[in-house]
């Protein structure tokens, strides 16, 4: 609004808003993910993965990572269309097969030398945020969507001032910074990627990112606290023969307990994230539940476990099904008006590092 109005002109009344949860009433309506992945589906593909990898190396984890890729790309579905991945076996090959020679040369070094080990471990951090660069721009670029591809574009020093030197101020400052670099950095890799020619963009705050991990630390300290306050009521109250048992039952719960907190702090971050995340004038929103997230983790750890590791790819549908559907599409307008654009393929190295690193780019 006009700041320098006329005194006897009345101002032009203010746009109407919405909630960040709810579209315009004129919009289409929420459309919401769809996973259709079956445990049984993947089974398949994952042993075939799993067997072909070790027979070979490793050589056949490259195409192994493009057919479980595929795979939950063509089952996620919004507003009636599935994504697809476009990723080459070769390329991903290349870039591990290139990463391996790094990390090995990296730890020969200080097989060598202390010093010669810390220069590699110099030019490994040097190296690293432009290969994560690289490494968003080669998984987006080969992502589309009704045959449109996704990019990022950014810049060489907008990824070392996120991935270099806003992580160092976290070392010097104890990690008390961390809420604020993440936020910096899910703000770079958002606000840089692209739909075509449309932009995504990040509205979280740092202050929403700082309740969010204060949240899930305060709520571990207390979930330990309470623990140990019971443990040691239980020391005092029972007989000495009985002290084992009481001991073995509060490291399981003090287990159980950290064990659990990670599904809360994964939920609060996806709900952060993506409630804060527009893709043009549409939005997101994100609601997933803690106690849910907490039952589908805890139930798969028991299969994983009981199974001697073959319950893992049913353990990965329930996630990630769960993970997806629990996300929906505010449309402000038709969704056939996004138009392609010409982005940069990537590189395939960044991508290989990644993954010998095992980088979640997601959160």
């Known amino acids: 609004m006009n700041e320098h109005l006329d005194s006897n002109r009345q101002p032009d009344a203010a746009p109407p808003t919405f909630p960040t949860t709810m579209p315009a009433p004129d919009a289409p309506p929420a459309e919401r993910f769809v996973f259709s992945g079956r445990g049984s589906e993947y089974f398949r593909i994952w042993i075939v993965n799993l067997l072909l990898s070790v027979l070979t190396l490793g050589i056949y984890s490259a195409w192994a990572k493009v057919r479980r890729l595929r795979y939950f790309y063509d089952n996620t579905t919004v507003a ?61 670029y080969n992502s589309s969507y009704r045959g449109i591809r996704f990019g990022l574009r950014g810049s060489a020093g907008g990824a070392y001032f996120n991935y270099l030197l806003l992580p160092v101020t976290v070392f010097f400052t104890s990690g008390l910074l961390w809420p604020m670099v993440h936020q910096r950095i899910k703000r770079f890799q958002h606000n840089e990627s692209r739909f075509g020619a449309t932009h995504f963009s990040f ?15 305060g709520i571990w300290l207390a979930g330990m606290v309470a623990i140990m306050v019971a443990f040691s009521g239980s020391m005092m109250a029972l007989a000495q023969g009985a002290l084992s048992a009481s001991l073995v039952l509060t490291i399981l719960a003090l287990y159980t307990w950290s064990f659990l907190i990670l599904p809360l702090f994964f939920t609060l971050l996806q709900n952060l994230i993506w409630n804060n995340t527009r893709l043009g004038p549409h939005r997101f929103t994100s609601n997933m539940n803690w106690g849910r997230m907490c039952f589908i983790a805890l139930t798969n750890v028991i299969g994983i476990a009981c199974t001697l590791g073959l319950y893992t790819p049913f353990a990965k ?47």
């Open 80 to 140: 009636g269309t599935s994504f697809d991945y476009h990723g080459k076996p070769l390329a991903i090959l290349k870039g591990r097969a290139i990463a391996l020679v790094l990390l090995v040369l990296y730890h020969g070094a200080f097989q060598i030398s202390p010093v010669i080990g810390l220069a590699g471990m110099l030019v490994v951090g040097l190296v690293a945020p432009w290969l994560i660069w690289r490494s968003l721009q080669f998984k987006l």
């Open 203 to 217: 509205h979280a705050t740092v202050g929403g990112f700082y309740k969010t991990y204060l949240l899930g630390i």
């Open 317 to 363: 549908i329930r996630a990630m099904r769960y993970r997806i559907e629990s996300m929906s599409l505010l449309p402000a307008s038709d969704l056939d008006e996004f138009v392609a654009s010409t982005e940069p393929p990537g590189s395939a190295t960044g991508e290989g590092v990644t993954d010998l690193f095992d980088f979640d780019l997601s959160l």
